[in-house]
C-alpha cells in the first residue's frame, strides 16, 4: 500500500508530473519574456494533456505493435526513477544500497523508449529522429556518468542517495570544491542534452524534420510522451541537486535550488542555435568527456 | 460543459497549410506568434507534423496539384480538427476564379469552419477569427 502511494502519488506519479508540468510552465514563460511577449497562462501544460488525452489516436499503416506500448515503457521506468529520487530526498530512511545506480540506468530509459518508438513508426523522419536521438544518448551518457563518478569518489565510493547528501550536509555541497565544480559544469550541459532543449534538441526538430521521432503519434501515445519530457524536467535537475548541491534540502532551499537551476538551462535554451548532430557528439566526447576525466583524476587527488 | 472540448478550445495547435499562395497571408500568419500579437496567450501553437493538429490553416488557391494533397492532410489529421481558411484565395479564389488551374473553392473541398477575408488579412482579424469560433464551440456545449 505505501509502495503504491509513493510510486503514483507523492514522490512518484503525481507529483513529479505536477512540478514538471509547472516547470515546463515556467521554460514558455521565461522564454515568452525572453522575445518580449506575454506568454502562456499558467495551466496552459495541463490543458494541452488534457486536451490530447480527447483526441483521435492514429495508427500509421506501416506501425508495428512496439509503436503504442513504448511511450507507456519509458513513462513506467521513469516514474520508478522519480520514485527513488523521491525518497532519498524526503524520506532518508527509505533508500537502499547503489540506488545511485540503479537511478543512471532509470533515467536513461525514456531516451530509449522514444528510439523504440519512433522506429517502429515506419515514417522517414521519425527514423531520422530515432537515430539522432540514439547517437544523441551515446554522446551524453559518458560524460554524464563521468561526472556521477566524480561525485562517487568524493563521497569514498558510497553509492547511496541519502548517505551522499548526509555528507554533504555534514561537509558541504560537492560544488564547491574544484572537481565538484567541473563536473557539476559538465553534468548541467549533459542534462540539457537528456532533457532534449535547445541546442540538443535535434532529435525533434520541429523546423527541420517535422518533429521528428514524435511525428506520427497522436491522441493519447502523445500525451504520456509530454508527460514523460514533463516527469524528466523535475527529476533531472532534482538529481543535480542531490548529487552536487545537497548541503540543506529544505522545501525552501530545494524550491530555490531548482528553479536556480532551471533558469540556468532555460537561458542556455534561448541564447543558442540548434547544432548538428556531428558537432554534437564532437562538443560531448572531445570536450566534456576530457573536462569530466580532469574532473575525475582531481577529485582521486582529494581536490 | 466538456472538459476535453474545454481544453481543446485552450489550447489550438495549428498546422500551416499553403494551397499555393503568393506568400503574403503565411507572412501574416506567421506574424501572429510575434510579440505585437502572441497568440500564444490563448494557448495556439504552430507545430510541424500534422499529427498533432487540432486546426488546419489554409492559404492560397486550391490549384489541381494541391487539391489531392489538402484531401490526404485532411485524412492524416486526428479528429476534431477544424479547418480556418485564410485569405480571399482560400475562400473564393480570388483574381485566380476564371484560372483553368483553379476548378473549385475551399468550401466545395474540405469543411470550412471560420472564414477570415482580407488580401492579405490582417493579424488582428485572423485572432479574431479564431476567437469567434472559439466561442460558437463554448456556447454549443
Not at chain 1, 514558455?28 to 495551466?43: E, I, S, Y
Not at chain 1, 495541463?46 to 507507456?72: M, N, Q
Not at chain 2, 477544424?82 to 475551399?106: I, K
Amino acid at each position: 500500500m505505501k509502495i503504491l502511494f509513493s510510486y503514483f502519488i507523492f514522490p512518484g506519479f503525481l507529483f513529479s508530473a505536477f512540478v514538471g508540468l509547472m516547470a515546463g510552465w515556467v521554460d514558455r514563460k521565461v522564454t515568452a519574456r525572453l522575445q518580449w511577449r506575454h506568454g502562456p497562462p499558467w495551466h496552459q501544460n495541463f490543458t494541452d494533456i488534457i486536451k490530447l488525452f480527447g483526441k483521435e489516436t492514429i495508427l500509421p499503416k506501416d506501425a508495428r505493435s512496439t509503436f503504442l506500448v513504448s511511450p507507456y515503457l519509458g513513462l513506467l521506468g521513469l516514474v520508478l526513477a522519480a520514485t527513488i529520487l523521491g525518497q532519498a530526498i524526503f524520506f532518508e530512511a527509505d533508500g537502499f544500497t547503489a540506488d545511485l545506480i540503479v537511478l543512471i540506468y532509470l533515467m536513461s530509459i525514456p531516451a530509449i523508449a522514444l528510439i523504440i518508438g519512433a522506429s517502429s513508426a515506419g515514417n522517414p523522419l521519425a527514423s531520422v529522429g530515432a537515430s539522432r536521438e540514439m547517437k544523441l544518448l551515446l554522446g551524453y551518457e559518458l560524460p554524464f556518468i563521468l561526472s556521477v563518478v566524480t561525485v562517487i569518489i568524493k563521497s569514498h565510493g558510497v553509492t547511496r542517495l541519502s548517505e551522499i547528501l548526509i555528507r554533504q550536509a555534514a561537509l558541504g555541497s560537492n560544488v564547491f570544491s574544484l572537481s565538484g565544480g567541473i563536473a557539476f559544469v559538465v553534468a548541467l550541459l549533459c542534462m540539457q542534452a537528456k532533457l532534449g532543449f535547445v541546442p540538443f534538441d535535434m532529435a525533434e526538430a520541429d523546423q527541420e524534420i517535422m518533429g521528428g521521432a514524435l511525428i506520427e503519434y497522436s491522441g493519447i501515445p502523445l500525451a504520456v510522451f509530454k508527460l514523460t519530457k514533463a516527469v524528466l524536467l523535475a527529476t533531472v535537475p532534482l538529481f543535480l541537486i542531490v548529487l552536487f548541491l545537497g548541503r540543506n534540502t529544505g522545501p525552501f532551499f530545494l524550491f530555490v535550488k531548482f528553479i536556480m537551476i532551471l533558469t540556468v538551462a532555460i537561458l542556455i535554451k534561448n541564447t543558442n542555435p540548434r547544432v548538428r548532430i556531428d558537432q554534437a557528439l564532437r562538443f560531448f566526447w572531445r570536450r566534456l568527456t576530457v573536462f569530466a576525466i580532469i574532473a575525475l583524476g582531481l577529485a582521486v587527488f582529494g581536490l | 460543459m466538456d472538459i476535453r472540448l474545454k481544453a481543446l478550445t485552450r489550447s489550438i495547435w495549428a498546422f500551416h497549410v499553403s494551397a499555393g499562395s503568393c506568400n503574403n497571408c503565411d507572412i501574416e500568419i506567421l506574424d501572429c506568434f510575434t510579440p505585437r500579437f502572441d497568440v500564444e496567450r490563448f494557448g495556439i501553437q504552430l507545430i510541424g507534423s500534422v499529427r498533432h493538429a487540432d486546426a488546419l490553416v489554409i492559404t492560397g488557391a486550391m490549384n489541381r496539384k494541391s487539391v489531392p494533397r489538402m484531401k490526404k492532410i485532411y485524412e492524416q489529421a486526428p479528429k476534431p480538427c477544424v479547418v480556418v481558411a485564410v485569405g480571399q484565395c482560400a475562400l473564393s479564389r480570388h483574381m485566380f476564379r476564371y484560372s483553368y488551374n483553379c476548378d473549385e473553392p475551399l468550401d466545395k473541398i474540405l469543411p470550412v469552419d471560420v472564414y477570415i477575408p482580407g488580401c492579405p488579412p490582417k493579424p488582428e482579424a485572423m485572432i479574431a477569427g479564431i476567437m469567434k469560433l472559439v466561442d460558437k464551440v463554448r456556447s454549443h456545449k
